[in-house]
């Protein structure tokens, strides 16, 4: 069987998050891949794309867009994790030194509650239910994936945010053995302080459409997809949608996030997509739809103002982009 080679449905119109570093890591960067032996992003061959387990889950149609899904081949070789590497096929490639199990994740900060969950009691707190969600990407490509979860609400109550939790920070894990691209010597760009963080205001959090994410497409998480849990926020832009978490913290002062340490010009705390707000760089009214061919119009909150909306209301949405 033919596999479609994802890597390579990058089209001119589509940017890279890595494009933003400083002149300097620019450089160094553009120096290593000079020296470097070529390593084109490849699709795995379908041999390695993990099997993964069915994983059962009750479809919830009030939360299932009418798009047709993205290729489930497109969903497991196209990715963004960046501690695999900056290209979209090093994640498929590279994930197999991704342990899933066993995994923990702390739950901590201002809650009146503080736990530790294993990820296997984690998955069993509440129903899980299949949602078909929209994901775009800030640079520019979206997506159509049937996530399997359970809102993130449903773990939150259960810790009892406090009166001083204002914020929920992210953490992915720290492991260079296990993520290459966290170690000192990796080789190629590092644009990104490690772990991973990113970070939601509370009411976010507790959104009915934020989602405690443990599968996708009947199936337990592919590693690239960011096993064993993630957490996925379909009207933001995809890197507020942080992978293989070991840590959720409830704090006080809105968390310092990956990429807004990185840039904070061009990724802001909020990232909410809004086709009316272009990236510094380039516009964000279209998008490439990921197995389309014509590019499609970028919808306000990607398509989910009737819901979110007014948690912003009254706000600049300039001004906090
Ligand atoms: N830990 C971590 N989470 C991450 C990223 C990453 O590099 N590291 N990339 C983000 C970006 S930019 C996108 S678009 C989505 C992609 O999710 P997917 O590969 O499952 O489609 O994951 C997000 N979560
Ligand atoms: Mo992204």
Not at 264 to 283: C, I, K, L, Q
């Amino acid at each position: 069987m033919l596999i479609r080679r994802a890597p390579e449905i990058k089209s001119s119109g589509i940017t890279d998050h890595r494009v933003y570093l400083s002149r300097r890591a620019f450089m160094a960067g553009a120096a290593a891949l000079a020296l470097a032996p070529v390593r084109r992003a490849v699709a795995a061959p379908a041999s390695q794309v993990p099997a993964g387990q069915p994983l059962k889950a009750t479809r919830n149609e009030a939360f299932a867009v009418e798009d047709p899904p993205t290729a489930l081949e497109s969903v497991t070789t196209y990715n963004n994790f960046y501690e695999f590497g900056v290209n979209k096929g090093d994640p498929a490639r590279l994930a197999h030194t991704l342990r899933p199990r066993p995994w923990t994740v702390e739950v901590d900060g201002h809650v009146a509650r503080p736990r530790r969950y294993d990820v296997d009691e984690l998955m069993r707190l509440a129903p899980l239910e299949e949602r078909v969600y929209r994901l775009r990407c800030v640079e520019g490509w979206s997506m159509v994936i049937p996530w399997i979860g359970y809102p993130l609400a449903e773990l939150l109550k259960r810790v009892q945010p406090t009166g001083q939790a204002r914020f929920v920070e992210f953490t992915t894990l720290l492991d260079p053995e296990q993520f290459p691209a966290q170690r000192p010597s990796f080789f190629g760009f590092s644009s990104l302080e490690w772990p991973y963080a990113e970070g939601l205001r509370l009411d976010e959090a507790l959104h009915p459409l934020t989602l405690l994410t443990f599968g996708l497409y009947g199936q337990v998480l592919p590693n690239q997809n960011g096993a064993p849990v993630r957490v996925v926020v379909p009207w933001k832009y995809g890197f507020k949608s942080p992978k293989s978490i070991v840590r959720i913290r409830l704090v006080s002062e809105e968390p310092r996030t990956a990429w807004v340490k990185a840039a904070p010009n061009e990724y802001g705390f909020y990232s909410n997509v809004n086709p009316a707000v272009d990236h510094p760089r380039w516009s964000q009214a279209t998008e490439r739809r990921i197995g389309e061919f014509r590019r499609r119009k970028t919808l306000m909150f990607n398509g989910y103002a009737d819901q979110v909306a007014p948690l912003y209301a009254g706000m600049d949405l300039r001004k906090h982009f």
